[in-house]
């Protein structure tokens, strides 16, 4: 059985700032800017809102971040809510963005020309390299790539390996229960022998 899901439709963040946001996201990270509009009235504090902040007349602006996939920021009313931790249960830690080699000098030479502070590129598992950054909102950002990549063929579960027996191995430390333990494993048991 495959997954129901295809990748991600749009990850909605939020900004007090949303022109200072465009001019990171766009101009900083090259993401193009593909739809700017406005939450409909009535659906920011009434009974019909929709999962969105809770603010009439919101900025509701998607930018284009490859492979078919969206990033999207609600403008919240400047001084109407904290900034939030990252670290809180239920936050965003941080977003990664997949990339290729040769994309990854394009965004790191990218946030250099541009002064954005970042880690450069460090290794964080085998065979993966990641750059980690904040954007002017404070959201920890990060684009990963596996250096045998190429732009048109970016393998991202295979940039996570991982055997069945070390899966398991730290999935015991949850529950041991071997119904559980097996239904928790399906990802490794769809897979052919070589590759467990």
Same mark, same amino acid.
């Given at each position: 059985?495959?997954?129901? *899901?295809?990748?991600?439709?749009?990850? !909605?963040?939020?900004?007090?700032?949303?022109? =200072?946001?465009?001019?990171?996201?766009?101009?900083?990270? $090259? =993401?193009?800017?593909?739809?700017?509009?406005?939450?409909?009235?009535?659906? #920011?504090? $009434?009974?019909?809102?929709? #999962?969105?902040?809770?603010?009439?007349?919101?900025?509701?602006?998607?930018? +284009?971040? #490859? $492979?078919?996939?969206?990033?999207?920021?609600?403008?919240?009313?400047?001084?109407?809510?904290?900034?939030?931790?990252?670290?809180?249960?239920?936050? =965003?830690?941080?977003?990664?963005? !997949?990339?290729?080699?040769?994309?990854?000098?394009?965004?790191?030479?990218?946030?250099?020309?541009? #002064?954005?502070?970042?880690?450069?590129?460090?290794?964080?598992?085998?065979?993966? =390299?990641?750059?980690?950054? *904040?954007?002017?909102? $404070?959201?920890?950002?990060?684009?990963?790539?596996?250096?045998? +990549?190429?732009?048109?063929?970016?393998?991202?579960?295979?940039?996570?390996?991982?055997?069945?027996?070390? !899966?398991?191995?730290?999935?015991?430390?949850?529950?041991? +229960?071997?119904?559980?333990?097996?239904?928790?494993?399906? *990802?490794?048991?769809?897979?052919?022998?070589?590759?467990?």
């Amino acid at each position: 059985m495959t997954s129901a *899901f295809r990748g991600v439709h749009h990850l !909605a963040l939020n900004t007090d700032d949303m022109k =200072m946001t465009i001019d990171f996201y766009a101009g900083v990270l $090259g =993401m193009p800017l593909i739809h700017a509009m406005r939450v409909p009235a009535g659906l #920011g504090t $009434g009974p019909h809102n929709r #999962g969105n902040p809770p603010f009439e007349n919101l900025r509701h602006y998607f930018f +284009d971040m #490859g $492979g078919d996939s969206t990033v999207a920021f609600f403008e919240i009313p400047k001084g109407a809510k904290a900034h939030g931790d990252r670290d809180t249960i239920a936050a =965003m830690q941080h977003v990664a963005f !997949a990339t290729s080699p040769e994309g990854a000098t394009d965004l790191l030479e990218r946030l250099e020309r541009h #002064g954005v502070e970042n880690s450069g590129a460090i290794e964080t598992l085998p065979g993966l =390299m990641s750059v980690y950054f *904040f954007d002017p909102n $404070g959201i920890r950002l990060e684009f990963a790539w596996r250096p045998v +990549d190429v732009a048109a063929d970016i393998h991202v579960l295979d940039s996570v390996p991982q055997t069945e027996r070390e !899966a398991l191995a730290e999935l015991r430390t949850l529950n041991d +229960d071997p119904v559980w333990l097996q239904s928790a494993l399906a *990802f490794w048991q769809r897979r052919p022998v070589g590759r467990r």
